[in-house]
């Protein structure tokens, strides 16, 4: 065990909260926990040594933060600082069937809810899913009344600052037949370390359309999950946007426990010099007639390196299952470096199911087209780049949001460029 991963237990086990009995589980998990390394499949391209290196304040008193507004989307926000709340919930002007929660204020029955999924979606094997449980002490509990129709996005946004260490919760329960859009957005590029898991419980026929923009770049480590639980015939629309940092990695589990479910994960992932990110998916067929599709894309650049592992598990009562698996990624430099691992494991015999991967470099000729007719290499850059992405964004169904990112991702292609 890292001396690292013993401070942690030893801060967990100094809190005292109503979360503290489960948090005991988790933290007897990680005193049994071995520190990942090469040998470590689901760590073998990732190196954890950034962290073993921080000196970090934990629990720092949390500033002001001013978030960018997105025209047209009119969302209900929710902004951590540090993994600090700050915005006052009671001042909200929430729709009839929405509840939110802070963990530090739940009442009974939300303590009640929590306590009945808190950990219970996202998988043990998780080792820093291990560790957010054991020092998240802030986050939200947002519980959605059967057969209500949230039309108002929930944006939640967390800024990590310079030296802060910070771990902040969300759980999600849609009931029966509900609906509701969430935006999870994190940020940070000074030295600090985040941590940020979601767990959605979505119920029988409930559709949640979900969103995770992990823009962590440069100094700004970030570790963080999410995972969703789908009941029968329940659906969910999922696009995870990621920039690289100097330690990224992203855990998605999407669980089948409800027949005729139906998940659609779509990812996109920018690396910019020397930077990492690692991407790990894992589908849980377990009921008949579910459906799945996920496109994972990725764009890697000078010197830098992703990790890309997706796995579809088909359990042997799974019949019926429509599942596909596709992975492409554009290099921008032959420095650069993308492992790439898609996986099947089907146990039922009436499926069907495909998987892929590709990885291409820039091609020349297409630049050097567009460099003739007197466009700027960087320019030329974005408009490549964007072009291999866009059809995921142009996916997003909610078109404001896509609309905002758009300048985004092509200021994001400008930093990317290999000089």
Known sequence: MSQWL???????????????????????????????????ESWKYTSLAPLEQLELSPGSTASEAIIEDIEGLNSLDLVFVNGKLQSDISLLSLPQGLHIS????????????????????????????????????????????????????????????????????????????????????GQGEQASLSTGFAEYDIGEQAYLEHYRLAMHTHQAIHIGGDHFSLQQKAQLNSTLIAYGSELSRMDVDIIHNGEHAKAKFNAIYLLGEAENFDLHSTIEHVMPNGTTKENARGIVGDKAKAVFNGRIHIHRNAQKTLAELHNRNLLLSRRGQINTKPELEIYADDVLCAHGATVAETEEETLYYLLSRGISRSQALVMLNFGFIQELVEQMPNQHLAQWLKPQLHSRFVEMEVK
Request: aromatic share 4%.
């Open 102 to 185: 802070s963990l530090l204020d739940a009442s009974d029955k939300q303590q009640n809810t929590a306590n009945a999924l808190f950990a219970k979606i996202k998988p043990q094997r998780h080792l820093f899913g291990l560790v957010n449980d054991a020092l998240a002490e802030d986050g939200l509990i947002i519980d959605i009344d059967a057969n209500s129709k949230i039309e108002q996005p929930i944006r939640i946004v967390n800024i990590s600052s310079d030296g802060q260490e910070s771990h902040h919760r969300v759980l999600v329960r849609l009931g029966s037949h509900a609906s509701a859009t969430v935006i999870e957005h």
């Open 6 to 40: 013993k401070q942690v237990i030893d801060r967990g086990q100094a809190i005292d909260d109503w979360l503290s009995p489960l948090r005991a589980q988790s933290l007897e998990a990680l005193g049994k926990a071995k520190w990942p390394n090469r040998r470590v």
